[in-house]
């Protein structure tokens, strides 16, 4: 090889191109390009199986189709002298096997030094585009070397011309594409040019490199035999080529596919996962979606009104329990499994006698106990496409998501869309996962990345309206960290309900994580006797009165509780200016503190709060304006708060979820006791075997809740709190813990809602502390 800044003295060979290899070449460059993108794009981490199959396939189309058969292609562009046969270059097989081998290794080493996060460092961007551009410029002249029966000479010139392009263009491409690829993950136009502007950068150093090239001192002894021929050295490119064409097309295939699905479930009932990281980033597959499953087609519900499955349905409260109690539902799922295959196969053995089956009149009969299966059976499915145990698939969300089904132009023209148009609705299990389960995940072949870079393509592949989903998908981030419980302390809340038409009453909230209903924080951590003492005289007054009452010189008379007269003004004033005048007019001050339970950061926190609470039940038309409050139904908060007491164990729902399987199974003319597995059986132990009562047959929801209705609100036992003796003048939760005392109903399990619920439908028959207790103090550390 000879280095020369011009032309060579001697007899060199005349050099003419042919445009059509030139196109083909690069045609060739830009599939193999474009196909190692793609594949890039679904790397979701640097370790897993499935990540190193990534990596080496995409190093082997860009190396092998995207730089090899692009140059050897392009070579054969190159006409030698007169086009004679015996003129034409001949190659070393050995050099020819070894361009192929050492793009390949040294692509290898610059993708994986990129990584596959987000978004790559630019220093990590820059290695990577130095030595996919060193690939390229040495694939070419070791190719080169190979040619046996010409001694070549390069302008320098041009090599540097080479190189510069080569590594430029690579730079630019693979910045391009790792920096933005979060944004572009519904974006495959974006990543084709990305890739011709890869294939751009191969093409344009070839060339570059080509024309800075001469050929002389032919070898008249060296031999064409064995040699390929230009069509046969075109044919085998082509099928390397058309190899990774394959690759993209199956991937357009797979992409045609999962949008056809999502198209389907925009009309089905659909339980998805929404799991985040540390940093709140949201986990989806390669294909930017969210892990889903089909529950059923739709809910049918034994009234109109119900077959839309709304978050106060009884339907969706039992699976919103049963999302906190799934190590319980993963010892029934084989039998709930069962019962669906054994349901289906009656339904075929009807359909093949001819007899005439009306579904729809048979699921209205029984179609609760017909949810509750799918819904387990689909959770489980769903936890084993996520590779997670069916504990660890999360929480239910506090709500419903309505989807509706696309439709073309063509059918909104023609007038089919009001009737094709049908909607459907998604519910969603979330988790906040920990550093060494997302890097599982990752290496398992699923992506993390921020919730904006993903909305807009899951609102379209979801059917779900971009500012709706994106507001959603920020409250599953903040609620799969916190819940909807109360911080550690003392805490002045507004209680409001109002009553609706359809779901009986709703209750005033707070969104975000901090505390569920509107309220205001005591700097105190407990509350002694003589704040009981302050607290008595304003029981059943409003706000304001209670305001008027703290500032006059009675109330300052006391000098040793000062400090807390001050704090509660402080937050009743905080409190009335978050809510309109008409609702704070309304509302009266309970002076008997309740308990509630709260979250815990660390071993030495309370796991209890005390709220002190302002009551009220608004009309139909009752609004708040203030956005950082919103309604909520009555059934849904109490089954969460519920849900949050640390002290409320899962006896109950195991004891449900024994009797509904018990039922079940009895009214099942198939089942025998040798049917049931014993994990069913581990289960019906909670509830005590009796024979089948033909009265509950037909058992709702409502009937099968562990309370009896009472207006809206589910009451059988009363709790009273049993507080510190009198003689003792602050009470340390280290020493005195409040306990609950049952004074009827054992299954029942109320919790401070049923108080609050009880001082707004009876405001006449308030809630007082008994009379062994009316100068106790109560307190939380």
């Known amino acids: 090889?000879?280095?020369?800044?011009?032309?060579?003295?001697?007899?060199?060979?005349?050099?003419?191109?042919?445009?059509?290899?030139?196109?083909?070449?690069?045609?060739?460059?830009?599939?193999?390009?474009?196909?190692?993108?793609?594949?890039?794009?679904?790397?979701?981490?640097?370790?897993?199986?499935?990540?190193?199959?990534?990596?080496?396939?995409?190093?082997?189309?860009?190396?092998?189709?995207?730089?090899?058969?692009?140059?050897?292609?392009?070579?054969?562009?190159?006409?030698?002298?007169?086009?004679?046969?015996?003129?034409?270059?001949?190659?070393?097989?050995?050099?020819?096997?070894?361009?192929?081998?050492?793009?390949?290794?040294?692509?290898?080493?610059?993708?994986?030094?990129?990584?596959?996060?987000?978004?790559?460092?630019?220093?990590?961007?820059?290695?990577?585009?130095?030595?996919?551009?060193?690939?390229?410029?040495?694939?070419?002249?070791?190719?080169?070397?190979?040619?046996?029966?010409?001694?070549?000479?390069?302008?320098?010139?041009?090599?540097?011309?080479?190189?510069?392009?080569?590594?430029?263009?690579?730079?630019?491409?693979?910045?391009?594409?790792?920096?933005?690829?979060?944004?572009?993950?519904?974006?495959?136009?974006?990543?084709?040019?990305?890739?011709?502007?890869?294939?751009?950068?191969?093409?344009?150093?070839?060339?570059?490199?080509?024309?800075?090239?001469?050929?002389?001192?032919?070898?008249?002894?060296?031999?064409?035999?064995?040699?390929?021929?230009?069509?046969?050295?075109?044919?085998?490119?082509?099928?390397?080529?058309?190899?990774?064409?394959?690759?993209?097309?199956?991937?357009?295939?797979?992409?045609?596919?999962?949008?056809?699905?999502?198209?389907?479930?925009?009309?089905?009932?659909?339980?998805?996962?929404?799991?985040?990281?540390?940093?709140?980033?949201?986990?989806?597959?390669?294909?930017?979606?969210?892990?889903?499953?089909?529950?059923?087609?739709?809910?049918?519900?034994?009234?109109?009104?119900?077959?839309?499955?709304?978050?106060?349905?009884?339907?969706?409260?039992?699976?919103?329990?049963?999302?906190?109690?799934?190590?319980?539902?993963?010892?029934?799922?084989?039998?709930?499994?069962?019962?669906?295959?054994?349901?289906?196969?009656?339904?075929?053995?009807?359909?093949?006698?001819?007899?005439?089956?009306?579904?729809?009149?048979?699921?209205?009969?029984?179609?609760?106990?017909?949810?509750?299966?799918?819904?387990?059976?689909?959770?489980?499915?769903?936890?084993?496409?996520?590779?997670?145990?069916?504990?660890?698939?999360?929480?239910?969300?506090?709500?419903?998501?309505?989807?509706?089904?696309?439709?073309?132009?063509?059918?909104?023209?023609?007038?089919?869309?009001?009737?094709?148009?049908s909607k459907g609705q998604m519910l969603f299990t979330v988790r906040h996962l920990d550093k060494q389960e997302a890097n599982r995940l990752a290496a398992a072949g699923f992506r993390f990345t921020a919730i904006e870079n993903v909305t807009s393509a899951l609102s379209s592949r979801m059917h779900i309206p971009l500012p709706v989903l994106g507001e959603h998908l920020k409250d599953m981030r903040d609620y799969a960290t916190g819940g909807r419980n109360y911080e550690p302390g003392v805490h002045l809340v507004s209680f409001v309900m109002r009553p609706t038409i359809s779901d009986h009453f709703e209750v005033l909230t707070a969104k975000g994580t901090g505390n569920p209903l509107p309220s205001s924080t005591l700097s105190i951590k407990r509350i002694q006797i003589q704040h009981l003492d302050l607290l008595s005289h304003m029981e059943g007054w409003t706000i304001s009165t209670c305001l008027s009452w703290l500032n006059s010189e009675a109330a300052k008379s006391n000098k040793d509780i000062n400090d807390f007269r001050e704090q509660l003004i402080h937050a009743m004033t905080s409190l009335e200016s978050a809510l309109p005048p008409d609702i704070n007019m309304a509302s009266k001050f309970s002076a008997r503190p309740l308990i509630a339970p709260c979250r815990t950061f660390s071993d030495s926190d309370a796991s209890n709060s005390i709220l002190l609470p302002f009551c009220a039940v608004g009309n139909l038309d009752t609004q708040v304006s203030n956005p950082d409050f919103t309604f909520m139904p009555l059934r849904l908060f109490r089954a969460q708060q519920q849900l949050n007491d640390a002290n409320i164990g899962s006896d109950g729902f195991a004891k449900e979820l024994g009797r509904e399987l018990y039922y079940s199974n009895a009214r099942s003319s198939s089942a025998t006791e040798a049917d049931i597995t014993p994990s069913v059986r581990s289960v019906l132990k909670f509830w005590p075997r009796k024979h089948a009562d033909p009265t509950h047959g037909d058992l709702s929801q409502e009937t099968l809740t562990e309370l009896s209705q009472l207006g809206d609100i589910m009451v059988r036992k009363e709790v009273k709190v049993d507080v510190a003796k009198l003689s003792e003048r602050s009470l340390e939760t280290s020493k005195h813990a409040s306990h609950a005392t049952v004074v009827a109903g054992d299954l029942a399990t109320s919790s401070y809602v049923d108080e609050l619920y009880n001082l707004c439908y009876s405001p006449g028959v308030r809630l007082r502390p008994d009379t062994a207790i009316t100068r106790s103090s109560i307190a939380t550390g």
């Not at 290899?21 to 793609?38: K, Q, R, W």
Request: hydrophobic share 45%.
């Open 1 to 421: 090889m000879l280095l020369t800044d011009r032309a060579p003295h001697g007899d060199h060979v005349n050099v003419s191109y042919m445009g059509g290899f030139i196109f083909l070449a690069y045609v060739v460059s830009v599939m193999g390009c474009t196909t190692t993108l793609e594949l890039l794009h679904r790397r979701t981490s640097r370790s897993g199986l499935y990540n190193w199959y990534l990596l080496l396939t995409s190093s082997i189309t860009m190396g092998g189709v995207g730089i090899w058969c692009m140059h050897y292609i392009g070579n054969r562009a190159i006409v030698l002298g007169n086009g004679e046969a015996q003129f034409q270059i001949i190659y070393s097989m050995t050099f020819t096997g070894v361009s192929f081998v050492l793009p390949v290794i040294v692509l290898l080493v610059a993708f994986y030094s990129i990584g596959a996060s987000e978004k790559a460092s630019y220093f990590r961007i820059l290695t990577g585009g130095i030595l996919t551009g060193g690939a390229v410029c040495g694939m070419h002249y070791i190719g080169q070397l190979g040619i046996s029966n010409y001694r070549c000479s390069y302008r320098v010139a041009n090599i540097a011309g080479a190189t510069i392009i080569a590594v430029f263009a690579s730079t630019v491409a693979l910045t391009v594409f790792f920096r933005w690829r979060a944004t572009w993950t519904d974006s495959w136009w974006r990543r084709g040019i990305c890739g011709c502007v890869l294939a751009l950068a191969v093409s344009g150093m070839h060339w570059t490199a080509a024309v800075g090239t001469y050929y002389y001192n032919h070898d008249t002894t060296m031999k064409h035999n064995g040699q390929l021929s230009r069509s046969q050295v075109v044919i085998i490119s082509s099928v390397l080529a058309c190899a990774a064409c394959g690759v993209l097309t199956a991937c357009a295939v797979v992409a045609g596919g999962d949008r056809r699905r999502l198209n389907i479930q925009a009309r089905q009932l659909v339980l998805t996962c929404a799991f985040f990281d540390q940093s709140g980033r949201i986990m989806v597959t390669p294909h930017a979606l969210l892990p889903s499953r089909k529950i059923v087609d739709r809910y049918v519900g034994k009234t109109f009104n119900d077959d839309d499955l709304t978050r106060s349905h009884p339907a969706f409260l039992w699976a919103f329990r049963a999302s906190r109690h799934w190590n319980l539902v993963k010892d029934v799922v084989p039998f709930m499994r069962s019962r669906i295959e054994t349901d289906k196969e009656a339904a075929e053995h009807f359909l093949a006698k001819g007899e005439a089956l009306d579904q729809e009149s048979e699921l209205q009969n029984d179609f609760d106990e017909l949810f509750k299966r799918h819904f387990c059976v689909t959770a489980q499915d769903l936890a084993d496409e996520v590779r997670q145990p069916l504990p660890a698939l999360g929480k239910l969300y506090d709500d419903v998501l309505i989807t509706t089904a696309p439709t073309s132009r063509f059918s909104r023209a023609m007038g089919y869309s009001r009737l094709n148009n």
